[in-house]
């Protein structure tokens, strides 16, 4: 039997850490990338006599995400998962366990298709901890270091159903979940942070059955990348195992980003008894319906939503192929508002499209504070032939960089417009300094097109609009 | 001397705060080499407080109801830059970087924290013989247990080092100790003391309280304790039952239920105690009646289900990596056994053990899911009785103070030291134990008011009715030469 004959079963956990100012259950700041061991105190340090306080922020973030994901929100309780590991300080995790606050929820695909959402519950991050000396890795390190800034991070879970059935769906449900998270701010999307981690549960079936095999969870997946790639390793270690005759086992498997293959961490036999109850330093938490009511009010659009919004701005004819990839992007980057501003100032669609899903997406957080004004006038600057697409690229990096307006952008890097005439003047010199190859233009090597631009172009010192070039060429030819 | 006038008198400028601290330094200097009440005492900590608390006088400040009021603190309460040790190994050394809310409410009422006192490890046990530091002996006779697990802040008040001091009770652990040494104890309503920095051992049974000589020091000090924290989550919004202002009320037309489940299995020098201060409520104008709460008698073995669970979650976080004792070893594992190993004492380990083993998959419906039934049973079963009855009254504890070693060999024989006191702490409710005269030994007897939910008003009035009809009791055989004041004598000069 083939690996076409099997088919994979994914169920996705994604660990989302909430952009709160501050921790879970303090005041302490949680920020990435501070010198360790400095946003604590005695509650995130687990030190004894220490409370945890519920940040309403962090419950309001999940509502938004429970709403965002059509979940039911519900009255929720915090239990204590209890395992030793040096970087919980407590040696026990705060999280919600079987009354979570967000449940049986779905998210649609830009497909069309839906993944079911089981729950989406609130829980603590923890701290990080380093292998120091020896070989730097776990088991021949001299001693560890443990920073306890991350420890009380706010995480919100999402625990898709068993819906997904490649990698590449995967990485779409990953891709759009990001996106919605970023659409309501409860994430900074960044999976090279850690701020999205994701753990994939695999098995594998064979063609049209309706069981489920004996599943594999998959830990350290940090890219999208290594998400995809090690769902596909996985099947293909669980088929061949099949095929072979032996069975899967229930395990815990670490992503080997540098093998690029999953290797056993534990069995099912050794998984942790967490012996989870119900934290009694916490209080129910039951959002009542006003609160519920606001938050549901104060839910911005889905990314779904502004995808459509810009396709039809598109107008009839539907977007083209390369327009698709462009709205996803500028939309899962949180772009869009730059594309439908511009376009209703008057620029063209795809024009506006374009300049966002290149050049700003290169650079999106500072895409996302430019100043809207400036960039509407610089889309205006290109669409008007004042400015060449090459010079428009220029500029835009700079306003990016540097601010300031568009104009003096370009009259600083001396992107002066150039006069009427000029093209059809410089033309007009090359047209006549080629006989031979206007010849063969004519007889419709069309390709030649570019030979002429580019001599245009060395001839105005990059100051041509190529479009202008090239009417005017067909136009000499007739 | 008791705590209010003491107050008064440093409020009046009759004495100075710096010399109420001298004099009581003195006891604890004196008397406590035998007695073992204090695990650390703070001189010069106390001292430049005692002097702020003159200075503000001298300014015409008023420091607040308990100024230059000095108070022990039992040792398993934060005290910031002071050895919190909770009597154990595990946290030897470690210097808490905060004060428990409560500390912060004394300092603000103007009282002088003088030290920590000893408890069992943890605030596990019935009789201090738990610490890893040597057990505290009981003022009556020191060949006897002061009860536990709060034991030094009990002993302390009744040998008259301090007037009054902080402990906490998750099963009875302030009534206990106060019964058997002969003072006033105070386990309040769970949720209107903060147990911000009383470091933990069964959360949701956990109140600290007042030990006291008298009723209305024992009043005096739930007012300035209690009161909402936000920094505690289970503390309650609405405001706190007032204690000290509806003292002296009275009693008539008060229902009593004397309840018989309460009274089961105590000695008989106890049972007579609890119906001679039952009388004294008749005799004041309550209607006393015998009432029955069959479900009492299940609450010991849920409290020692559940404590535990709880307990073996919140002692995890001694593993040697943050604070505190730690026995190097190979791996982060094995130096985590090896901390918890050699820090915790037996008593400790046996309930981690016991409350892992509660909470394993497989196990947790039978125990801890059946004990949290046992307790809403609890709870119902009080709730009714409450329908009958405004106050309880029963024992404290089954027997005086037993001499020490006597049931360190046998935990059980020591649980049940707890069966009168554990109920109130599944339910909640509050619980006073008032002293009441002495059984055939001279050794002091406790009687226990019990009262729903926020009913401390009228439990602390039933209780001065209680304390003014008391017999005179006996002094004890340690108590400070200087103050005297032990509570029999007090009582005596009415």
Not at chain 1, 294 to 305: F, G, I, K, R
Not at chain 2, 27 to 50: K, M, N, P, Q, Y
Request: hydrophobic residues 40%; aromatic residues 6%.
């Amino acid at each position: 039997m083939s690996v076409e004959a099997w088919e994979p079963v994914v169920g996705l956990e994604v660990h989302c850490e909430l952009k709160t100012a501050t921790k879970l259950f303090c005041g302490c700041r949680n920020a990435f990338g501070d010198e360790p061991n400095t946003n604590i105190c005695p509650v995130c340090l687990g030190l004894p006599g220490s409370l945890p306080v519920l940040n309403v922020k962090a419950v309001e973030l999940a509502m938004f995400i429970g709403n965002a994901l059509h979940c039911e929100i519900r009255p929720s309780l915090f239990h204590r998962k209890n395992y030793f590991y040096p970087d919980m300080p407590k040696d026990y995790q705060i999280s919600q366990y079987d009354e979570p606050i967000n449940v049986n929820g779905w998210l649609e695909l830009p497909d069309g298709q839906r993944v079911g959402i089981v729950r989406a519950h609130m829980e603590e991050d923890t701290g990080k901890t380093s292998h120091m000396g020896g070989g730097g890795r776990i088991h021949d390190a001299d001693h560890a270091l443990v920073d306890y800034n991350r420890a009380g991070v706010p995480l919100v879970e999402i625990v898709s159903a068993p819906d997904i059935r490649s990698a590449a769906q995967a990485r779409r449900y990953v891709e759009e979940l990001r996106a919605i998270l970023m659409a309501i701010r409860a994430s900074d999307g960044r999976m090279e942070e850690g701020s999205l981690r994701v753990d994939a549960n695999v098995s594998v079936r064979a063609g049209r059955t309706d069981e489920l095999g004996t599943r594999c969870e998959v830990k350290n997946l940090n890219s999208l990348r290594s998400l995809a790639r090690a769902i596909e390793h996985e099947t293909e270690r669980q088929v061949s195992l099949l095929e072979a005759g032996e069975p899967v086992l229930q395990q815990t498997r670490h992503w080997d980003e540098q093998a690029q293959k999953t290797v056993a961490l534990r069995s099912k036999e050794e998984a942790f008894d967490y012996r989870y109850f119900p934290e009694p330093d916490l209080v129910l938490v039951a959002p009542g319906p006003d609160w519920q009511y606001q938050v549901a009010l104060c839910l911005p659009p889905m990314p779904a939503e502004r995808r459509a919004k810009l396709t039809e701005l598109l107008g009839a004819g539907g977007p083209t192929a390369a327009q698709v990839d462009q709205v996803a992007t500028v939309v899962a980057l949180g772009l869009d508002t730059l594309v439908v501003e511009a376009a209703s100032s008057g620029i063209e669609v795809p024009l506006a499209l374009a300049r966002t899903a290149n050049e700003a997406a290169a650079d999106a957080d500072r895409a996302r504070e430019v100043d809207r004004a400036a960039y509407g006038t610089l889309l205006r600057m290109e669409q008007e032939g004042m400015l060449t697409p090459t010079q428009a690229k220029a500029v835009l990096a700079d306003l990016f960089e540097n601010g300031g307006h568009p104009a003096d952008i370009a009259r600083r890097k001396g992107f002066e417009a150039l006069g009427a005439g000029t093209v059809v003047a410089a033309v007009a010199d090359v047209v006549s300094a080629h006989p031979e190859e206007w010849a063969r233009y004519c007889q419709g090597e069309d390709k030649l097109v570019g030979f002429f631009t580019g001599l245009v172009m060395q001839a105005t010192d990059k100051k041509a609009n190529g479009k202008e070039v090239a009417a005017e060429l067909r136009r000499l030819r007739g | 001397m008791n705590a209010s006038e003491l107050a008064g008198r440093v409020r009046t400028g009759e004495t100075r705060a710096v010399d109420v601290l001298e004099q009581h330094l003195r006891a604890i200097e004196e008397c406590d080499g035998e007695l073992h009440a204090f695990l650390t005492v703070l001189g010069d900590t106390a001292r430049s407080e005692a002097r702020e608390i003159d200075r503000r006088l001298g300014a015409g400040e008023d420091p607040g109801p308990l100024a230059g009021v000095p108070v022990a603190v039992k040792d398993n309460l934060c005290t910031r830059g002071v050895p919190t040790t909770c009597a154990s190994r595990i946290l030897e050394g470690w210097l808490p970087p905060y004060d428990a809310t409560v500390v912060k409410r004394l300092r603000g009422a103007g009282a002088v924290v003088v030290g920590k006192t000893n408890l069992d490890e943890f605030a596990m046990g019935s009789s201090t013989e738990n610490s890893a530091f040597g057990p505290t002996r009981n003022p009556h006779d020191p060949r006897r247990v002061p009860g536990g697990s709060s034991g030094g802040s009990a002993a302390a008040v009744a040998a008259g080092l301090v007037p009054i001091a902080l402990g906490s009770d998750t099963g009875g652990s302030i009534r206990q100790p106060a019964a058997l040494c002969g003072v006033v104890g105070l386990k309040p309503t769970y949720g209107t003391v903060s147990r911000y920095g009383l470091v933990a051992f069964a959360s949701s049974l956990d109140q600290v309280g007042p030990f006291a000589r008298t009723v209305a020091d024992a009043a005096t000090l739930f007012d300035v304790i209690s009161g909402h924290d936000p920094l505690d989550s289970t503390s309650l919004e609405r405001p706190n039952p007032l204690a000290l202002a509806r003292l002296e009320e009275g009693v008539d037309g008060m229902r009593v239920g004397v309840v018989v489940e309460l009274l089961d299995g105590a000695d008989a020098s106890v049972v007579k105690r609890v119906h001679e201060a039952a009388e004294a409520l008749a005799a004041a104008g309550a209607n006393v009646e015998e009432c029955s709460v069959p479900e009492v008698s299940y609450a010991l073995p849920a409290y020692y289900l559940l404590a535990p669970a709880e307990a073996s979650s919140n002692l995890a976080r001694y593993d040697g990596v943050r604070y505190g004792l730690r026995v190097d070893a190979s791996s982060a594992e094995a130096m985590n056994g090896a901390t918890r190993a050699v820090g915790f004492g037996p008593e400790v380990k046996r309930r981690i053990m016991l409350g892992t083993y509660v909470l394993s998959a497989g196990y947790y419906d039978a125990y801890y899911g059946q004990a949290q039934k046992v307790r809403t049973l609890i709870i119902r079963a009080f709730a009714r009785a409450y329908e009958q009855a405004d106050v309880l009254l029963g024992a404290t504890t089954p027997t005086t103070a037993f001499e020490l070693g006597s049931k360190v060999d046998d935990p059980l024989a020591m649980y049940l030291s707890d069966v009168c006191t554990v109920p109130t702490n599944l339910a909640g409710h509050p619980a006073i134990t008032v002293p009441f005269g002495v059984d055939d030994l001279a050794l002091p007897v406790g009687v226990q008011l019990l009262a729903p939910a926020l009913g401390e008003t009228s439990m602390f009035q039933a209780a001065a009715v209680i304390e003014g009809a008391a017999p005179a009791g006996a002094l004890p055989q340690i108590c400070a030469p200087t103050i005297g004041a032990g509570p029999t004598s007090t009582r005596g000069e009415r």
